[in-house]
């Protein structure tokens, strides 16, 4: 059978599981059975689903879990999450109760700016090139009225335009460097829409401009599209407390635990291998409320690692500082996040997701989103510089094991026993369900 197919998105969706079930399974009734099991009962909601991207033949799950008690700037918070790995949640609501009890997460939005660029190539005097700018500046203005129009009532639109010259870097080129406030939309197609245009207009102006030499009104444009590098759309989370309060169950000596605490995070700030992991743990709780929210976790992935490394070293996105016996923890991250258009409106999960939330604005988003990511890091450390991690993490990780061998309640009960008060492997665990079966 070949592996290779011409006008595969052409085919209907029966049509494709059919050929992929023939092409790849060697029982492809079972292969068809699986992919279709996971198809929602209710037809309509399912052309939702398939209609999001192209190709679609079914649907493929990640568990929501739910984080209640965040406290962020006196409001409780229940945060939904979208995530596959085991203990994440439960590390994000462990810290949200502990945090919540020792004044909670104070979270300040910087600024939502938001950057476009038109990339162009300009074979010619950068000075004449300086002074048609400056000219035609207005009617990129103008001719994106029709698009603006809408987001200017919401309060958002364009804040600037500039152009930048890049030739020191790359022979010929400038850009368009333009700025936006989208308000409670992450803004993608109005950013690009705009971007479209302000291309347009470059190169119809540029053909009408009687000072440009005939190579001169030949700007060739390379690309117009929005940039992920969000480096002025900045939300701040801290939490605070004196240094006595950290002090709860696992914690009996407080002050070398935030001593620690403040160590860890320093080798994260000067260690790059370790960075990459501390940021990992970071991600774990923003890229989950990001995904449950219906927002772009690729585009804030991308944005986070760059701001990680804006001094020229990849490094800690979180601080700590210990003052006057008071330990300060904060980190500041680039969220470009909307609560509104896109995705949020379309999936009902994600309507939920927003609706548990109390329909927050996008700034609003954006303080759950880096509470939840500060929170998920202070878990992470505290497991890291007591008991370690794979205490906590073997635990869930024994329910997984579980429930991939189809234990019974009753054979359930038992392995839990038995883990309670010996360690967790996956060796172990098979080696104790085989026993426990013969
Ligand atoms: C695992 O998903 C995340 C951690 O590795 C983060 C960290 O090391 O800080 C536990």
């Known amino acids: ?41 209710d037809a309509k909601l399912q052309q939702l689903h398939d209609d999001f991207i192209e190709n679609t033949i079914t649907n493929f799950y990640l568990p929501l879990g739910i984080a209640p008690n965040f406290l962020i700037n006196g409001k409780y918070y229940t945060v939904p999450m979208a995530i596959e790995e085991s203990s994440v949640v439960a590390a994000a609501a462990k810290s949200a109760k502990y945090w919540s009890e020792r004044g909670g997460f104070k979270a300040t939005v910087f600024n939502t700016e938001k950057i ?86 470059l190169k119809r102006e540029a053909v009408a401009h009687a000072e440009f030499s005939s190579a001169e009104k030949d700007i060739e444009v390379i690309m117009s599209i929005l940039s992920n590098y969000v480096q002025n759309c900045i939300v701040r989370v801290e939490v605070s407390c004196p240094i006595a309060d950290l002090a709860e169950k696992n914690i009996t ?42 927002n772009d976790f690729r585009a804030v992935e991308a944005g986070v690692h760059a701001y990680a490394s804006k001094d020229g070293q990849y490094t800690s996105l979180s601080h700590a500082k210990i003052e006057n016996d008071t330990f300060s923890y904060w980190m500041e991250v680039p969220l470009a996040l909307g609560t509104v258009g896109g995705l949020t409106s379309l999936h009902p999960m994600v309507k939920l997701a927003l609706e548990m939330l109390e329909k927050p604005s996008a700034q609003e988003l954006m303080q759950i989103v880096a509470a939840t990511g500060l929170a ?63």
């Open 1 to 41: 059978m070949k592996n290779n197919i011409d006008g595969f998105s052409k085919l209907t969706k029966e049509k494709k599981i059919d050929w992929i079930a023939a092409t790849y399974f060697s029982e492809p009734e079972k292969a068809t059975q699986l992919i279709k099991s996971y198809w929602n009962a």
């Open 376 to 438: 998920q890091n202070f878990a992470a450390l505290r497991s890291l510089t007591t008991t370690g991690i794979q205490e906590g993490h073997m635990k869930m990780h024994l329910g997984n094991i579980i429930n991939q061998f189809e234990a019974t309640p009753q054979e359930r009960t038992i392995i839990e026993q038995h883990f309670d008060t010996n360690a967790v492997s996956h060796a172990a665990v098979v080696t104790f369900i085989e026993n426990l079966r013969k």
């Open 253 to 294: 000596n407080p002050r070398e635990f935030a001593e620690k605490m403040l160590t860890a995070i320093r080798i994260a700030e000067v260690e790059p291998y370790r960075a990459v992991t501390h940021n990992k743990g970071i991600m774990n709780g923003i890229d989950a409320v990001v995904l449950a929210t219906g």
């Open 116 to 201: 476009g660029q038109v990339h162009f190539m300009f074979n010619g005097n950068p000075e004449k090139l300086k002074t048609f700018f400056t000219e035609i500046k207005s009617k990129f203005f103008k001719d994106t009225e029709a698009t603006t129009a809408n987001m200017q009532k919401r309060g958002g639109g364009i804040v600037d335009i500039i152009l930048v010259d890049k030739t020191a870097a790359l022979e010929n080129y400038y850009q368009l460097h333009a700025t936006f406030q989208t308000k409670d939309s992450m803004g993608a197609n109005f950013i690009n829409s705009c971007l479209e245009q302000f291309a347009k207009t």
